[in-house]
């Protein structure tokens, strides 16, 4: 029988390795997170895309989200999104009619993710935008970005955030891709990285 002495680094066997974690697909989500528009309501945009690594694949298991301020740029103070019925515990969803500004996706096997919201108005000198937070495999921290939604070009060119980061600024902005249809994917790194934002 041999004995090993954990003091002495060279007899001790190696352990095997761990994917980083946590994993966020196991209680986060929730059923219909990403539709924070109540149905039929006439402002609603599609914003969709894929969240990328840095070699430019696809990861199918990211988790976003989005927050957003009403059409008139006022933030809503409702509660909605993750009601609970009182009785058994059990996930009700949204109630359909209020618009809580707020959702939780995950992206598809393929890496895709999309949120159906209002239009966004446009707060003090900032041109609209949706406040988006990233959570990824191999982030020990989450990243927060912006998703600018074109329409509007000279409040584009004055907002405070998109004339500070210069050449990068196009990450920031979605593609118009018509009826209310905006494209906006997400590089974590390499080329073409989306401009992430830090807040202390």
């Known amino acids: 029988m041999t004995l090993i002495d954990p003091g002495s680094p060279e007899q ?6 761990h994917t980083v974690g946590p994993f966020y697909g196991y209680a986060l989500p929730f059923r219909g997170g990403e539709e924070i528009a109540p149905p039929g309501h006439p402002d ?32 809503p103070r409702v509660d909605g999104s993750l009601r609970r019925d009182p009785a058994t515990g059990g996930f009700l969803g949204r109630n359909g009619v209020e618009f809580t500004g707020w959702g939780r996706i995950q992206t598809d096997a393929n890496g895709h993710w999309y949120a159906r919201t209002l239009r966004p108005g446009a707060r003090g000198r900032n041109s ?19 998703v600018y939604l074109p329409g509007d070009e000279a409040a584009l060119a004055a907002d405070p955030l998109l004339t500070r980061v210069g050449d990068r600024r196009d990450t920031l902005i ?12 997400i590089r974590l790194q390499g080329e073409g990285e989306t401009v992430f934002l830090e807040f202390s």
């Open 44 to 75: 609603t945009v599609t914003v969709h895309g894929y969240v990328l690594d840095g070699a430019g694949d696809p990861l199918p298991d990211a988790l976003l989200e989005v927050w957003g301020p009403r059409p008139d740029g006022t933030v």
């Open 128 to 146: 609209p935008y949706l406040s988006v937070c990233v959570f990824a495999r191999g982030l020990l921290v989450h990243l927060f970005t912006r």
């Open 12 to 17: 001790v066997p190696p352990t095997p390795s």
């Open 174 to 185: 979605a593609d118009d891709e018509g009826n209310g249809t905006y494209r906006f994917d």
